[in-house]
């Protein structure tokens, strides 16, 4: 079957029931395209489906039901491995991923079986470290870092290897703000400089502002599928869609009980900050806006 050039990935029709859960399917009938270069969330509840999709573009899943093509080829047992080359994963748990006894081997170990020149293996290796932000850390045991760092150098193997394709299963959500937001800045140049595909599954509203496009996943079906203004414009919605109340919602609604109006529609912090000090301007304390680092 040859893909039309203009998705990276195709799904039709998925379905995929795991042996012990009698009739109920974790995924039921679902298509959707990717285009390349585009940066696509996926979001749902809790068992909604998200992980298990992920788990199916990887050929992680014998599905039953429905196709997957990535980059031209169409996934079945036989092209398992060129599908997977073209794939990076990274998880939520970061602990669960890392091979290495350091987070330099950490970083080669995808490359060794690729049979690169040893100098071409360091090299790679000590630029996807750099790229990452994690040189000094080259020759520390992975388990003996912190929850943004170990991510980081999950980010440094996927430098190294260059997929086309970026997968984040949650791969934030351990993550304090400020580690979630260094990521997330990581991972949009990445996407920027290198055209990565990017699939983003997440509760959280910020990274999926990120996206080009939302897709709603639940009880195994797609339900839902729009650029992320329409799907914030959905208020209260949204919980029900699996994503977190945004910090900014929870600031408006506290707001608006002490009778000031907020802006309506999804905020991002930085919308909502600028519209306080511009509030606060307007008063007669004339307020210092603090600059950011
Ligand atoms: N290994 C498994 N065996 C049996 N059922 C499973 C297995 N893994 C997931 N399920 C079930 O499949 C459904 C979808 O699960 P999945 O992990 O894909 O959801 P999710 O949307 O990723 O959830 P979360 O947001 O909690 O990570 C759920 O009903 C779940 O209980």
């Given at each position: 079957m040859t893909q039309r050039m203009e998705n990276i990935i195709e799904?039709?029709?998925?379905?995929?029931?795991?042996?012990?859960?009698?009739?109920?399917?974790?995924?039921?009938?679902?298509?959707?395209?990717?285009?390349?270069?585009?940066?696509?969330?996926?979001?749902?509840?809790?068992?909604?489906?998200?992980?298990?999709?992920?788990?199916?573009?990887d050929g992680l899943l014998p599905?039953?039901?429905?196709?997957?093509?990535?980059?031209s080829i169409v996934l079945t047992p036989e092209t398992v491995w060129q599908v997977r080359a073209q794939i990076g994963m990274i998880f939520q748990n970061p602990d669960n991923q890392f091979?290495?006894?350091?987070v330099e081997d950490d970083v080669a170990?995808?490359?060794?079986?690729?049979?690169?020149?040893?100098?071409?293996?360091?090299?790679?290796v000590a630029a996807a470290l750099e790229r990452v932000g994690?040189?000094?850390?080259?020759?520390?045991?992975?388990?003996s870092l912190s929850g943004g760092q170990k991510q980081r150098v999950a980010?440094?193997?996927i430098v190294a290897m260059a997929p086309k394709i970026l997968i984040l299963d949650e791969a934030t959500s351990m993550l304090d703000p400020q580690g979630r937001q260094a990521m997330l800045a990581l991972v949009r140049e990445l996407h920027r400089e290198q055209h990565l595909t990017v699939i983003s599954i997440t509760h959280d509203i910020d990274e999926a502002?990120?996206?080009?496009?939302?897709?709603?996943?639940?009880?195994?079906?797609?339900?839902?599928?729009?650029?992320?203004?329409?799907?914030?414009?959905?208020?209260?919605?949204l919980m029900d869609m699996g994503l977190d109340v945004p910090f900014t919602?929870?600031?408006a609604a506290a707001l608006q009980q002490r009778g000031i109006t907020p802006p309506t529609g999804y905020q991002t912090t930085q919308e909502m900050e600028e519209w306080l000090w511009q509030s606060l301007s307007n008063t007669s304390a004339t307020p210092t806006k603090p600059t950011h680092p």
């Open positions: 799904v039709h029709n998925l379905a995929y029931r795991y042996p012990d859960a009698e009739q109920h399917a974790a995924l039921d009938g679902v298509s959707f395209d990717v285009h390349p270069g585009e940066w696509l969330a996926i979001v749902g509840h809790n068992g909604s489906g998200k992980s298990t999709l992920a788990k199916a573009l599905f039953t039901q429905g196709t997957v093509t990535v980059g091979v290495g006894a350091t170990f995808g490359l060794e079986n690729r049979q690169l020149p040893r100098d071409e293996m360091r090299t790679r994690m040189t000094k850390f080259a020759n520390r045991a992975p388990s980010l440094a193997g502002a990120n996206a080009n496009r939302i897709l709603v996943i639940d009880d195994g079906h797609l339900i839902e599928e729009d650029v992320p203004a329409a799907i914030f414009a959905q208020g209260e919605r919602a929870k600031l």
